[in-house]
């Protein structure tokens, strides 16, 4: 009998995985570990500004990395760093998801008036059944409101969350295939903004499974050596990223004549 036919009903697949997740998610033999912020200034204070606010999840806090240098937001940030005096500010809060961005996150993130915003979410959807229309929805509604006032917007893909040892194996195949989803639907809502680049995080959590040290102690959040992983895949979109953002500050430095 083909166990998979039972998982075809979109119901059916949510309520294995919370299942799932659930008894996976409450584990006494594991360490709970601490959301941190990630939040700092780096750089040559002679150097030109740029501010960097980051929006999402646990991804964003970096649970249990240490040092907290090693996580991929202040790694992005140091990078900037060698040309600018770079503010990284994060509004994430661990557990979010892409609903919670968009309620909470998304206005306070505006108010700090970034050069570049930058979205981490939708692996919490992937995992807890949010249905992929309306993450790809509210996923949308939160780069429209970005990219109308912030120069450059990073979007993080989701990388392949069957790779986490701490879900049980069943578990594992149900995520892969959501996470795929939730990928997918990021990646259209990024073309549809000509100022938003995103990441591969795919690729770079595919080679998680070979490498259980990229995990952290608690078998689900990735560790400071798995930060270095996606900061290392991510450098060159954050060159993109300054080359939309110089490019839109060299628009705004043109005369306009009427």
Request: negative net charge; hydrophobic residues 45%.
């Amino acid at each position: 009998m083909n166990a998979w036919r039972f998982l075809r009903p979109p119901l059916a697949v949510g309520t294995l995985l919370a299942g799932q997740m659930a008894r996976a998610i409450f584990r006494d033999d594991l360490p709970s570990l601490t959301n941190q912020d990630p939040s700092g200034v780096f750089g040559d204070p002679e150097s030109p500004p740029l501010r960097l606010v980051f929006l999402g999840d646990s991804s964003v806090t970096a649970p249990g990395v240490k040092p907290l240098d090693h996580s991929w937001p202040r790694q992005m940030a140091m990078h900037l760093a060698n040309q600018y005096r770079v503010e990284a500010i994060s509004v994430a809060v661990g557990g979010s998801k892409v609903h919670d961005v968009l309620a909470e996150q998304v206005d306070a993130a505006l108010e700090i008036r970034p050069d570049i915003a930058y979205v981490a979410v939708g692996s919490n959807d992937a995992l807890r059944g949010t249905p992929v229309a309306r993450f790809e929805s509210d996923f949308n509604r939160i780069v429209a409101d970005l990219h109308d006032s912030v120069p450059a917007v990073g979007l993080s893909g989701i990388g392949d969350l069957g790779t986490i040892p701490r879900l049980p194996e069943l578990a594992q195949g149900v995520a892969r295939v959501r996470a795929r989803a939730i990928d997918h639907a990021i990646q259209r809502v990024a073309a549809r903004y000509p100022r938003t680049v995103k990441s591969n995080a795919w690729d770079v959590m595919a080679g998680f499974a070979q490498k259980p040290e990229l995990f952290a102690g608690d078998l689900f959040h990735a560790s400071a050596e798995g930060h270095l992983a996606f900061a290392r895949v991510g450098a060159p979109m954050v060159d993109r990223l300054v080359e939309i953002l110089e490019e839109s500050r060299g628009e705004r430095a043109i005369p306009q004549h009427l």
